[in-house]
């Protein structure tokens, strides 16, 4: 059986105008997983859980074989996270930070810190107030990552940064990871952000994961279709082929699992193929997302 940093089996929490139902995500170690989602999705709600803010109401939680909440203290000194909204002093220096952190964990590794200061270009004597928005992603990056967690979870990270910030902290944060044996879990809305580190995907709506896959498996299995139909042809209907635009001359379609042999349905029913492509991850998620609420609704 796999190594699992986090499993969620069946996991619950109800508020009182967002319920999230049903959770199972397992993350195995050394996974980069990312949990897409758009606002009040339940993204946070997951983290939350997962970090030991909020307990959930039903269900199992093993993170790093630790049993939440029952062993959450232990749990909670292996993981490191770092969110959009994260709290530092801004009148204190980021050497305070650093021997804040370091007086709390003695797995703080000083060397480490140091080439991740050098790394980032960030210096030990700046005060908080004066760093850019990017520069303050990356010092919580800093003290996230020089405490060596087992896992780091990242909420949101990019929320808000401008485009050259946003791929200078990607970039920082792939260079980083590319050489640790670590766990992680990135959530954001942002799918690009997504496909460029993570070799997991999660995508959840409205409470509830509506897909979960290894990146390229999820890649390789959506298509989109694109027709032109004659008029008096009958499109046949394909399990896994749902309509997503166009009109009924060139209708747009997706297909999920794509089969070659769903284009050569369509052409023998009359049909000419005008092409058949890869999506990309947003438009995955999209296309899944709305599948599932058809499927609720209906």
Not at 34 to 59: E, F, H, M, P, Y
Not at 126 to 148: D, N
Not at 196 to 222: C, N, P, Y
């Amino acid at each position: 059986m796999t190594d699992l940093a986090v499993r969620f089996e069946g996991v619950g929490k109800t508020y009182p105008f967002f319920t999230l139902e049903g959770i199972d995500l397992d993350v195995p170690t050394g996974t980069i997983a990312g949990l897409v989602g758009a606002n009040g999705a339940g993204k946070s709600t997951i983290i939350r859980i997962l970090i030991g803010l909020v307990q959930q109401d039903r269900g199992n939680v093993r993170v790093l074989g630790y049993d939440l909440p029952k062993h959450l203290v232990a749990a909670k000194g292996e993981i490191g996270f770092v969110s959009e909204d994260l709290r530092l002093y801004a009148s204190a220096t980021l050497a305070w930070h650093i021997n804040f952190i370091r007086s709390i964990f003695g797995t703080w590794d000083s060397a480490y810190a140091d080439r991740l200061l050098q790394r980032f270009d960030l210096k030990p004597a700046q005060k908080i107030r004066g760093l850019s928005r990017g520069q303050r992603i990356k010092a919580g990056l800093m003290l996230a990552l020089a405490r060596r967690p087992r896992l780091l979870v990242l909420d949101e990270p990019t929320a808000g940064l401008d485009p050259i910030a946003r791929r200078e902290v990607l970039a920082a944060l792939t260079d980083v990871l590319a050489d640790e044996d670590r766990t992680v879990l990135f959530s954001s809305q942002n799918t690009l952000d997504i496909e460029q580190i993570s070799d997991q995907i999660t995508f959840i709506d409205r409470g509830r994961i509506v897909e979960s896959a290894d990146k390229e498996s999820l890649l390789e299995s959506w298509r989109s279709i694109r027709l032109r139909v004659p008029p008096g042809v009958v499109l046949p209907t394909l399990p896994g082929v749902m309509r997503d635009g166009g009109t009924d001359r060139v209708p747009h379609l997706t297909a999920k699992p794509f089969e070659p042999a769903m284009a050569e349905a369509f052409q023998a029913a009359g049909a000419t193929v005008e092409a058949v492509k890869r999506m990309t991850l947003e438009e995955i998620f999209v296309a899944g997302v709305m599948r599932e609420r058809e499927s609720t609704r209906g």
